[in-house]
């Protein structure tokens, strides 16, 4: 039964699909990875009208005393912005809304375009949600979490073997 595979025959079979050139599956992959990056950041913001979902950069940082997270919200009001947290995570959404008139003497456009986004942050043990604080500024919103004296002081030092 094996003899019957062409496969097992020692002769390989120079089978290969348009799909399966590797240029063809480059530029594949590289639109992809275009298209991907202007739905998801750039072009969310200036698409003509649709909705759009847009997922803003953020740096967190675990310090001794505290977690603080910062959030680059460029075009935005603090009004426009939600923060929420639990004893597990700190919720970010918001939502821009841009209206752009243009009139001209023989010319009359309007862009109108919507962008929201959601971005769920997990925290780790021994936060204090009760004493966080948010702050917006200039289009970068900062959340200061600090720890609870108890999770300041678990810090273990390892003793390294050599083997």
């Known amino acids: 039964m094996l003899n019957l595979t062409p496969w097992n025959q020692g002769k390989k079979l120079a089978i290969q ?3 399966d050139n590797p240029f063809a ?3 594949r992959e590289m ?3 275009f298209n991907n990056f202007f739905r998801g950041d750039l072009a969310s913001w200036g698409n003509g009208g649709e909705v759009s979902h847009y997922m803003p950069r953020i740096d967190i940082a675990d310090g001794e005393k505290e977690v603080r997270i910062s959030a680059e919200l460029p075009g935005m009001d603090e009004k426009d912005v939600q923060v929420s947290v639990t004893q597990d995570s700190v919720t970010l959404s918001g939502e821009k809304k841009t209206e752009k008139e243009n009139h001209g003497k023989n010319c009359y456009h309007t862009e109108i375009s919507y962008g929201s986004f959601k971005r769920v942050i ?3 043990e021994g936060v204090d949600t009760n004493k966080a604080e948010a702050t917006f ?3 970068v919103l900062n959340v200061v979490l600090p720890k609870t004296p108890q999770a300041q002081s678990v810090e ?3 003793t390294i ?3």
Request: aromatic share 0%; no cysteine; charged share 50%.
């Open 25 to 27: 599956l480059l530029q």
């Open 17 to 19: 699909r348009k799909d």
């Open 137 to 139: 500024k200039k289009g």
């Open 122 to 124: 997990p925290l780790p």
């Open 161 to 163: 073997k050599a083997e």
């Open 31 to 33: 639109n992809d990875v």
């Open 156 to 158: 273990k030092k390892l």
